[in-house]
């Protein structure tokens, strides 16, 4: 009987061994989905948003749910805590200046499921960029098409209000087919919350803006209203480092991304460099669309579309510079990717090839590995990842 009793002990304790073990193991090798919203660029999609889900254990991804209500979404924004999505949309607010519209849908906490709220005009046309600020409060819209950029209020139920401020650039760029003039291709409200800075491709500048948050009014900064590109680079999409002391544009005529040394408490730019994002020898046409940073500032990536489209990534020096450590051919056109919130993978969205597709973060390095997954979708144009 002792000895039984001894034995019965020595099965608890294994059992219990194990079990501990087991749920250490899940903790620490097993990773939640990643669940992702992308809009696709497809006007003709009734259910243009769609809710996604990668799972790492297997590999596979999955469609869980789709969403009317926008025409085109190709850009999506989300509010501090996930409550609200904010999206592009395509169609038409008032006829007779063809201005489009921004919508906003409220997130069912529970499924993520989206719930339409209500579109205001955009104040100008062909939108292509929207973002929304830290605090909830303003939305923010770029019109390519017009030039326009414009700020909205969002209300105490996350519905758009009317635009408060309106603004456009002036010039143009010797590119006579795509510089004709102001080309918004962006907003991007610095960290402080008191600046806007919006890539204009049509004029070779970085707008810079204040931000008044309590007028929700957008005026030239007297510090410095503009940064000036280099002729025909066509300003199209920056990122800001993690620390706020460097912002990286990504230029689409010239295929370059140029590194700036950033001012916050003044808003005033200053270009440290240029460098290519590819090689000489890259074969046929060459049109950079997005840029990232990693969340530790040591890395940036742009995108480039083409015959031959490529991720390049960038390795950032102490003094903000950057160095090219790698170009990979990825999916037929790179519109949009994103790098996932734990910085372990990159997705790559082709707008032309209807597919995203997965790739290892080697974060010692910033490198990218490929992987076989990949998800289809028709012309996926923004992946928004959700915290």
Same mark, same amino acid.
């Given at each position: 009987?002792?000895?039984?009793?001894?034995?019965?002990?020595?099965?608890?304790?294994?059992?219990?061994? &194990?079990?501990? %073990?087991?749920? $250490? @193991?899940?903790? !620490?090798?097993?990773?939640?989905? *990643?669940?992702?919203?992308? /809009?696709?660029?497809?006007?003709?999609?009734?259910?243009?948003?769609?809710?996604?889900?990668?799972?790492?254990?297997?590999?596979?991804?999955y469609v869980l749910d789709s969403f009317a209500g926008a025409k085109g979404p190709s850009y999506l924004a989300?509010?501090?805590?996930n409550d609200f999505l904010y999206t592009i949309n395509e169609e038409i607010s008032d006829p007779a200046s063809?201005?489009?519209?921004?919508?906003?849908?409220?997130?069912?906490?529970?499924?993520?499921?989206?719930?339409?709220?209500?579109?205001?005009?955009?104040?100008?046309?062909?939108?292509?960029?929207?973002?929304?600020?830290?605090?909830?409060?303003?939305?923010?819209?770029?019109?390519?098409?017009?030039?326009?950029?414009?700020? &909205?209020?969002? %209300?105490?139920? $996350? @519905?758009?209000? !009317?635009?408060?401020?309106?603004? *456009?650039?002036?010039?143009? /760029?010797?590119?006579?087919?795509?510089?004709?003039?102001?080309?918004?291709?962006?907003?991007?409200?610095?960290?402080?919350?008191?600046?806007?800075?919006?890539?204009?491709?049509?004029?070779?500048?970085?707008?810079?803006?204040?931000?008044?948050?309590?007028?929700?009014?957008?005026?030239?900064?007297?510090?410095?209203?503009?940064?000036?590109?280099?002729?025909?680079?066509?300003?199209?999409?920056?990122?800001?480092?993690?620390?706020?002391?460097?912002?990286?544009?990504?230029?689409?005529l010239n295929s370059t991304v140029t590194a700036c040394r950033y001012d916050e408490k003044r808003g005033v730019?200053?270009?440290?460099?240029?460098?290519?994002?590819?090689?000489?020898?890259?074969?046929?046409?060459?049109?950079?669309?997005?840029?990232?940073?990693?969340?530790?500032?040591?890395?940036?990536?742009?995108?480039?579309?083409?015959?031959?489209?490529?991720?390049?990534?960038?390795?950032?020096?102490?003094?903000?510079?950057?160095?090219?450590?790698?170009?990979?051919?990825?999916?037929?056109?790179?519109?949009?990717?994103?790098?996932?919130?734990?910085?372990?993978?990159?997705?790559?969205?082709?707008?032309?090839?209807?597919?995203?597709?997965?790739?290892?973060?080697?974060?010692?390095?910033?490198?990218?590995?490929?992987?076989?997954?990949?998800?289809?979708?028709?012309?996926?144009?923004?992946?928004?990842?959700?915290?």
């Amino acid at each position: 009987m002792r000895n039984y009793k001894y034995l019965v002990w020595i099965l608890l304790i294994v059992v219990m061994t &194990f079990s501990c %073990q087991g749920t $250490g @193991s899940s903790s !620490n090798s097993f990773e939640d989905p *990643i669940k992702f919203y992308v /809009g696709s660029s497809d006007g003709s999609l009734e259910h243009s948003i769609f809710l996604c889900e990668f799972d790492a254990e297997s590999g596979n991804f999955y469609v869980l749910d789709s969403f009317a209500g926008a025409k085109g979404p190709s850009y999506l924004a989300l509010s501090p805590g996930n409550d609200f999505l904010y999206t592009i949309n395509e169609e038409i607010s008032d006829p007779a200046s063809k201005q489009r519209t921004v919508s906003s849908y409220s997130i069912d906490s529970d499924n993520l499921s989206l719930k339409f709220m209500n579109s205001q005009s955009s104040q100008g046309s062909g939108p292509c960029h929207i973002c929304c600020s830290k605090d909830g409060n303003y939305i923010f819209a770029a019109n390519y098409s017009s030039g326009h950029s414009s700020a &909205f209020p969002v %209300q105490e139920d $996350g @519905s758009i209000g !009317n635009a408060t401020s309106v603004v *456009i650039g002036e010039g143009n /760029g010797p590119v006579e087919s795509r510089q004709n003039g102001p080309h918004a291709h962006m907003v991007a409200l610095d960290p402080g919350n008191r600046f806007l800075l919006v890539p204009d491709l049509g004029t070779d500048k970085v707008l810079i803006y204040q931000f008044d948050e309590n007028s929700g009014t957008l005026t030239p900064n007297p510090e410095q209203p503009f940064l000036k590109m280099d002729p025909g680079s066509g300003p199209r999409h920056l990122v800001f480092h993690p620390g706020g002391e460097f912002v990286y544009v990504v230029n689409e005529l010239n295929s370059t991304v140029t590194a700036c040394r950033y001012d916050e408490k003044r808003g005033v730019l200053t270009k440290l460099q240029s460098v290519s994002t590819v090689s000489e020898d890259h074969v046929g046409s060459k049109y950079p669309a997005a840029i990232r940073i990693s969340s530790d500032g040591k890395f940036v990536y742009a995108s480039t579309r083409g015959e031959h489209s490529k991720i390049s990534v960038f390795q950032v020096e102490d003094d903000g510079r950057i160095i090219r450590t790698q170009v990979v051919e990825v999916t037929h056109w790179p519109r949009e990717f994103n790098l996932d919130p734990s910085g372990k993978y990159l997705m790559v969205a082709g707008e032309k090839s209807d597919e995203i597709e997965l790739y290892y973060i080697n974060k010692a390095t910033g490198k990218l590995n490929p992987t076989e997954s990949k998800l289809t979708l028709p012309s996926p144009a923004c992946i928004l990842y959700i915290d």
